[in-house]
């Protein structure tokens, strides 16, 4: 008999020829794959099973549904996941009582522990000895000796197509039953920028902290829940029994155990650089920022090197260097090679910092004025107390040169952009040197200032933000139709329109015929396309979708006339509200609008309510190059803040009603960001629930929306 | 959710040219069963409520066993043979507590009760009922029309999988009331999905194993579950019921009754419901004489913090700052689930095991439940 294999199915066949072979020959004329196959998957089961064991926790927090009030609309979705409190499961990897898990199971922070080993009647009481935050691995220790440690299958001979066997002990409560099953192949192998293992067999909380075992019952990995977008230890549950899911290798959590013995925690090796563009994929890497203090800060990168190779290894894209950093530790080190101009540079041993101190915004104190042609930037308003307003920088002024006060001279400014690419890449405490052409007389002068990091303050009351002299329509505008205490939204009809406008205006809804997807824009009577308009996108609440366009469009209807913004609200494609993934349509949406119009793009903002605001904090952190500040109302981050970055800025304006249950999780989210040293404006409102804004915190949301641009 | 839509999985196990042909090609398993199943058509088709099920031949004149589903509350329903046949059904009797129907095809001119005279193909229920329960590990197919993606003569789909775990049905406490306490297949096949529910479970040779159920989340991971009620299925309740003593007064006295798919399948064809299915109302369970430390969060962990002197938990010797972590092996999360547990599963003089956490070591401890003291402000009412 000719037999051909397919390579990929190499070894589990050499597995199956042996169950075969060990059957007398004579007794089984007529031999059965399936059933052979159905046998090895078994033992390979049963000889990992003793390493595979029962977890279960006592206490902690409990993520809940927010109920709908009684009557009322109904209330956001789930505001994170509700954690089960059923057995979880954990593997022993070494004999003398540590045991490895998935971070997933320990997430809500449980008080008690047991631990219990097939074959051994007594539970034991565990205690996490450290995590690994970079793969979401939690190693226990229990008082246990003897141990069985399952083989390890190397990372060099995992192939794709290998059979792969998820094992868990969630479901059957008798650790001496064989372990709970699924049956896959291996997907990928370095998955998770080189962390994982992917596989096709279910993964899911029945059996995260088991393991991914071949068919001859040496183990490929920890079953972990992993998403390739975000971080945490409850990213990728949800798409849990999806035919996605991860492992990492357990050689790989071997390596690392020394350390994690010591009861360190291992935190991710930061270079602390990031890319120029977004598009990580094409462009070349060259740096565009470098984090203060951070390992590349202390090597000598700078911005503009571009990087050429890690490691021996050519750098063709920024993706290529994220792949090479993906599985580094902090502690680790680099050989890197970069191009400063046409010389090459050569870096050896650079150590990975754990945390990269925040990047913090310099800033200066005025707010520019916008659509200025002429050279310099005319200073619109200058902040009280600020570092323009003690160098005696006045409204009106022109700043024509501004640079660090070491240079021999300061480089000249020719616009707006210029300027604040110049102070991004200053931190405060510089001293600078600042070239004025003053308002009357046209006095040229040099000043000096001391640059400050960006203060948590909103102006009361702005000027008008182009040269040309506007009377604002009304002094004191009503309050729109969607904030609260809401004078009983009588609004004025407004049929004086004195210009024709050359584009459509007003409330318009526009669908996207081939993805099905629709949104709407509003665009003030007044739009002048050589106005440059902010741009606010609004999230809706869950299952508000193309019901609150109209709404929101007459509640900013006079701000966005007097301020020159447009606004748009992209619609959910399902009415239990956003989902992350939605993130690249909406962001095409947004992008559609900002081709069409003139949109200033420092004042392009994500704003929405409950899972709207979420969704919010989600596209402003995902969409860099698009969103300059994000504003969300009763609403929390979902996953936890990326790093301030200078050169894709991000302003942070965050409100929550006192009587909001979830008003402890928003603060928190608020000092999450401070931490990170985004400029966060905060505003707990009284007697509130989760309404929409108050007068006052409307208007201080405009304000700060109009003084994104501040320098 | 992304899992429930995942697509199917057809048969297709083996492309690539393999060892040797198994003995049972599924495309023959597959085709003898798809003739001993249905597809069921019956009320719904609002809201998430699917107009659409399956159901499983049993006898050769036409009873069907299928879910206990609201797809069977109409008197239209329809079933839809595998030769394309479309044929009137009438429900006969249903188990809550298994979560089962037997439905049987209505030929015109014949009683429901009369032999139909139809002989169609059918899985023996019997010897079903009567087989060893299959392990983790073992293959299964299961095949149901879900998502209604057959019509008429088109067979049904096909899902190749492996049994995950044979055990206790994880969502019989907490987020929602499941009848069935008994064991259940759980499947590593995203079978349970709209439609699905009544399609069979089959092993690799095509032997009935149990009944695809409903859509249902499991409470203790919060994720699909993807199970079938086995045809071995088996429960126990207690119960107490109400006689006449020899004096005419009313006592309670306790009963055992067992409900089987066996006894189903058997007294069911005999058009009889098979149990008595009044339910003991929920009492205050037994007594223990714990105090526990304030019940603040949602999950406070049973915490003792003092007992009631003479009481079973004095007389068992718990003190103060034990952890109550687990009764008869059942994981006790909070002070909450402590009183679930012992308002549902325990009675008066009902001895338990408690493992509790003292210091670094958990010691297991016997108590024997109390009667729980009359409550001194609330006036017991007369008889």
Redesign the interface.
């Known amino acids: 008999m000719k037999i051909t294999i397919p390579n990929a199915a190499r070894p589990w066949v050499a597995v199956v020829a042996v169950a075969l072979l060990a059957a007398p020959v004579s007794a089984q004329p007529k031999p059965d794959l399936n059933d052979a196959t159905e046998k090895a998957m078994k033992a390979a089961s049963a000889k990992v099973a003793p390493a595979i064991v029962k977890i279960e926790t006592a206490g902690g927090a409990e993520t809940t549904l927010v109920a709908p009030k009684k009557g009322g609309p109904p209330g956001p979705p789930a505001a994170g996941i509700r954690k089960g409190v059923g057995p979880t499961t954990g593997l022993v990897v070494s004999a003398d009582g540590y045991i490895i898990s998935s971070a997933f199971n320990f997430s809500n922070k449980p008080t008690d522990i047991f631990v219990t080993i097939p074959g051994r009647p007594q539970r034991l009481v565990a205690k996490i000895v450290a995590n690994d935050q970079t793969r979401m691995l939690t190693l226990l220790k229990i008082d246990a000796k003897d141990l069985t440690v399952p083989d390890v299958f190397p990372k060099k001979d995992v192939e794709v197509g290998q059979w792969g066997l998820t094992l868990g002990r969630t479901l059957d409560n008798n650790v001496d039953h064989p372990p709970s099953m699924s049956v896959g192949i291996v997907s990928a192998t370095n998955r998770i920028w080189g962390k994982a293992i992917q596989t096709d067999a279910k993964t899911s909380p029945v059996n995260y902290g088991g393991a991914l075992v071949s068919i001859d019952g040496r183990v490929y990995g920890v079953v972990v829940p992993a998403s390739n977008r975000a971080e945490g230890e409850t990213a990728g549950v949800d798409v849990y029994d999806g035919g996605i899911g991860f492992a990492v290798p357990l050689e790989d959590v071997l390596a690392t155990l020394p350390r994690l013995k010591e009861g360190k925690d291992l935190r991710r090796g930061l270079l602390g650089v990031s890319p120029q563009g977004t598009d990580v994929y094409n462009a070349v890497p060259v740096i565009g920022a470098i984090q203060p203090d951070s390992a590349a800060a202390r090597a000598g990168l700078q911005v503009g090197d571009k990087i050429t190779e890690i490691n021996g290894k050519k750098v063709p894209n920024y993706s290529t260097l994220q792949h090479i950093m993906g599985p580094m530790y902090e502690s680790d080190e680099l050989a890197l090679k970069v191009l400063r101009g046409d010389k090459e540079m050569e870096f050896k041993s650079v150590k990975l910092l754990g945390t990269t101190t925040a990047y913090v915004a310099a800033y200066f104190g005025i707010l520019p004025m916008r659509d200025d042609a002429s050279p310099g930037v005319e200073v619109r308003f200058v902040y009280p107390k600020s570092p323009a307003d003690v160098a005696g920088i006045k409204a009106g002024d022109r700043i024509m040169k501004f640079g660090p006060a070491a240079l021999p001279a300061p480089p000249p400014v020719a616009n707006r952009a210029a300027f604040i690419a110049a102070i991004q890449r200053l931190a405060p405490g510089a001293e600078v040197k600042v070239e004025v052409k003053r308002k009357d007389g046209g006095k040229v002068e040099t000043v000096q200032a001391k640059l400050v990091p960006v203060p948590d303050e909103i102006p009361e009351k702005l000027p008008p933000a182009t040269g040309k002299k506007e009377e604002p329509k009304k002094e004191e505008p009503k309050p729109p139709l969607n904030v609260r205490a809401d004078l009983g939204g009588q609004e004025e009809k407004k049929d004086d329109k004195k210009e024709k406008p050359k584009l459509e205006t007003g409330y318009m809804t526009r669908t996207d015929e081939a993805l099905g997807r629709e949104y709407w824009v509003y665009v003030p009577d007044n739009y002048d396309p050589k106005v440059s308009h902010g741009l606010i996108v609004w999230f809706h609440q869950a299952g508000q979708g193309g019901k609150d366009g109209e709404r929101m469009a007459k509640t900013f209807e006079d701000f966005a006339a007097d301020n020159h913004f447009i606004i748009m609200g992209p619609k959910a494609s399902a009415e239990t509200g956003w989902k992350a993934n939605e993130t690249e349509v909406v962001v095409r949406d947004v992008k559609t609008v900002i081709g069409q119009y003139t949109i200033d793009r420092t004042r392009v903002i994500a704003h929405g309510q409950a899972n709207g605001g979420e969704m919010a904090f989600y596209v402003g952190f995902n969409a860099r190059d698009v969103f300059r500040g994000v504003c969300t109302v009763g609403a929390i981050l979902g996953n936890p803040p990326k790093d301030n970055i200078a050169n894709q800025p991000l302003a942070f304006f965050i409100s929550g009603g006192d009587k909001d249950p979830l008003i402890k999780d928003i603060v928190e989210s608020k000092n999450l960001l401070m931490e990170k040293r985004f400029p966060v404006i905060f505003r707990e409102m009284k007697e509130s629930g989760k309404e929409y804004f108050d007068v006052k915190t409307f208007n201080d949301f405009l304000n700060w929306a109009d003084s994104l641009d501040r320098i | 959710m992304?899992?429930r839509y995942?697509l199917l999985t057809v048969v297709a196990?083996?492309g690539?040219?393999?060892?040797?042909?198994?003995?049972?090609p599924f495309a023959d398993t597959v085709e003898k069963a798809n003739k001993k199943l249905v597809k069921v058509f019956g009320a719904g088709g609002f809201a998430r409520l699917n107009n659409y099920g399956t159901g499983i031949i049993i006898s050769k004149d036409g009873h069907i066993l299928t879910v206990a589903s609201q797809l069977l509350d109409t008197s239209e329903l329809v079933v839809h043979l595998y030769d394309g046949q479309r044929m009137k059904a009438q429900v006969i009797v249903t188990e809550p507590l298994l979560d089962v129907a037997l439905i049987k095809i209505r030929v015109e001119g014949k009683k429901i009760d009369e032999d139909s005279g139809l002989d169609l193909d059918f899985f023996d229920a019997l010897t079903a009922v009567r087989r060893p329960p299959a392990?983790?590990?073992?293959?299964i197919l299961g095949m149901s029309n879900t998502f209604e993606i057959a019509l008429r003569d088109e067979p049904l789909s096909v899902q190749r999988?492996?049994?995950?775990?044979?055990?206790?049905m994880?969502g019989r406490r907490?987020i929602f009331e499941f009848p069935y306490t008994g064991d259940v297949y759980?499947v590593?096949a995203?079978t349970n999905n709209p439609g699905a529910a009544g399609g069979a479970l089959l092993d690799?040779k095509g032997e009935l194993l149990g009944i695809i159920g409903r859509e249902l989340k499991?409470?203790?991971?919060?994720?699909?579950m993807?199970y079938a009620i086995p045809m071995n299925a088996k429960m126990t309740l207690k119960t107490t019921i109400t006689v006449k003593d020899k004096d005419g007064k009313d006592v309670e006295q306790e009963k055992t009754v067992t409900v089987s798919m066996e006894e189903f399948v058997t007294k069911g064809a005999g058009y009889k419901t098979p149990v008595d299915k009044t339910l003991i109302p929920l009492g205050l369970g037994g007594y223990h004489g714990i105090i526990f430390v304030p019940n603040i969060?949602?999950?406070?962990?049973?915490y003792v913090e003092d007992v009631v002197p003479g009481s079973p938990a004095d007389k068992a010797g718990l003190r103060p700052d034990d952890?109550v972590?687990?009764i008869d092996?059942?994981?006790?999360?909070?002070i909450k689930?402590l009183d679930e547990y012992m308002r549902k599963f325990t009675r008066p003089n009902q001895k338990i095991v408690l493992?509790v956490?003292r210091g670094?070591?958990?010691q297991s401890i016997e108590m024997t439940l109390g009667q729980h003291p009359p409550k001194p402000k609330v006036p017991a009412p007369k008889p």
């Open positions: 992304f899992t995942t196990l083996f690539a040219p393999a060892l040797a042909p198994a003995a049972d392990a983790a590990g073992d293959w999988g492996v049994i995950s775990a044979y055990t206790k994880a907490g759980m590593d995203i690799k499991n409470s203790l991971t919060e994720t699909w993807n969060l949602e999950r406070t962990p049973a952890l972590s687990f092996g059942e994981p006790i999360i909070s689930a493992e956490r670094e070591s958990l």
